[in-house]
């Protein structure tokens, strides 16, 4: 909470008051945790990994709620923790108006917790989920049981690896920003929420706030890059493991992008007759930021056509690859859902046939297609149940859809005329808000790896 502050002094504004208060008391509390926890530390088992990994994310949220609530933004508590659940899973959703008057330090503030939270989720997802069996094809050639066949023979040097990957892309897009023509400021904040897959912006028209395409190829390009797994560029870096097209996932997620914002440049030029080259730069941005969950938004693709507004549904679904920033079902997942499908249809037809399935080089195992199919199931209920949930409350049903499907893939932006790319989230009610605030931790976190902790028989013993 330092950074924020010194900007906001810098700048003569009075809020670099609440950072430094919520500094201060934050660190009492991390103080009188640490002497209330000396002494030997508690065995590591899978039940404490689940409670350890969901209460660090509740209570970073309280944690990065504080300044918002105690700022001179207006909003309840509620959107308060809202906007900073939104931030640390990385969702983009946002209850705020007005970012262009907004005080720099709560503007930095908002791109921290979203950069925060983008090289946490890597962390967890690399290097705690798998141990816990949660994860399910996170780090398939990685984590497997023989420790030969992983990247780095210690954690911490894959800790470390990872941190410096992060840092240095992050570094890297803020520099291209502001050879583009942005601001440092605007910069700073755009690279970290654009590795994060993040989407909070210092505009409210966020990237349709710059006129230039080039900063649009630009950031599609790094969004593409943190949606891609971390593992990859510390591979790059070792002798004869770079091996880009192993891992199945990426290559699927390239495609994806690829014939995706094709086909809504197409339909663009057909329907709308824009000039192609600009249907392609924009129809691949807006498509991309949402596939891979980051929630930018240079025009209002709603009003495209509905071709377009179809596609853009699917890839609210879809997501990055595993070990990435960012959200979604993610590309692992369909890969194994689509192999287990073709496998079931040719034993169908040829009932005493041995099939083998793979993921790249690897044996899929039946735990694994045991918890692709788990994912599955808590997702779709997931949704339905937030859904429910909200229409109980008196949202319409295509805001309170899009709205549980927005917060469990992390995307930001709904459909709609409430929650739209045009539109924010400060109109809900606060119910709807500690609703989607739940949903958007669900889907951050695997959904299993909070669900299991309601279950009465994992208190058992």
Not at 19 to 27: A, D, E, L, P, W
Not at 57 to 86: D, K, Q, R
């Amino acid at each position: 909470m330092v950074l924020p502050a010194l900007v906001d002094l810098a700048d003569s504004n009075d809020d670099w008051r609440v950072f430094v208060g919520s500094g201060f008391m934050v660190g009492m509390v991390c103080v009188l945790i640490a002497v209330a926890t000396r002494g030997e530390r508690p065995k590591f088992t899978p039940r404490l990994g689940f409670l350890l990994v969901t209460t660090v994310w509740l209570f970073a949220t309280v944690v990065g709620s504080l300044p918002i609530y105690f700022s001179s933004v207006n909003v309840t508590y509620a959107g308060a923790f809202f906007e900073a659940m939104s931030g640390l899973t990385t969702t983009g959703s946002t209850v705020i108006s007005g970012l262009d008057a907004l005080p720099p330090g709560i503007l930095l503030w908002r791109s921290l917790l979203q950069w925060l939270g983008g090289i946490g989720i890597i962390g967890m997802v690399l290097l705690i989920l798998p141990s816990l069996q949660a994860g399910g094809m996170a780090l398939f050639h990685m984590e497997s049981s023989d420790k030969s066949d992983k990247v780095l023979p210690r954690v911490n040097q894959l800790t470390g690896g990872l941190i410096t990957a992060y840092v240095t892309l992050t570094m890297l897009c803020a520099a291209a920003y502001t050879s583009l023509g942005m601001s440092f400021f605007d910069a700073i904040n755009h690279a970290m929420t654009t590795l994060s897959t993040g989407g909070y912006s210092t505009h409210d028209a966020s990237m349709g706030f710059f006129e230039d395409n080039r900063i649009l190829v630009a950031s599609t390009l790094f969004m593409i890059l943190g949606a891609l797994p971390f593992v990859v560029y510390i591979k790059a870096f070792l002798p004869r493991r770079f091996q880009l097209w192993r891992d199945p996932q990426i290559l699927v997620f390239l495609m994806t992008c690829l014939v995706l914002s094709f086909s809504i440049a197409v339909t663009r030029r057909i329907i709308n007759e824009t000039p192609f080259g600009e249907a392609l730069i924009s129809s691949a941005f807006n498509l991309v930021s949402v596939i891979t969950t980051t929630g930018y938004a240079s025009d209002d693709y709603t009003l495209w056509s509905n071709a377009a507004i179809g596609i853009f549904f699917l890839a609210t679904f879809l997501g990055g690859c595993a070990g990435s920033t960012s959200g979604g079902i993610k590309a692992n997942r369909l890969v194994i859902l689509y192999l287990v499908v073709r496998a079931s249809f040719r034993r169908l037809v040829r009932p005493h046939s041995v099939i083998r399935l793979k993921y790249g080089n690897d044996d899929i195992s039946t735990q694994t297609i045991q918890t692709v199919t788990i994912f599955f199931f808590l997702y779709f209920g997931t949704l339905l149940m937030g859904t429910v949930l909200l229409t109980m409350i008196g949202l319409d049903l295509i805001t309170a859809f899009s709205g549980s499907l927005t917060a469990i893939s992390n995307v930001g932006p709904g459909f709609g005329q409430i929650i739209g790319p045009a539109g924010n989230f400060a109109s809900l009610p606060d119910a709807a808000l500690w609703v989607l605030s739940a949903v958007m931790l669900l889907g951050r976190l695997e959904l299993v790896t909070v669900l299991i902790l309601l279950f009465p028989s994992v208190w058992m013993d």
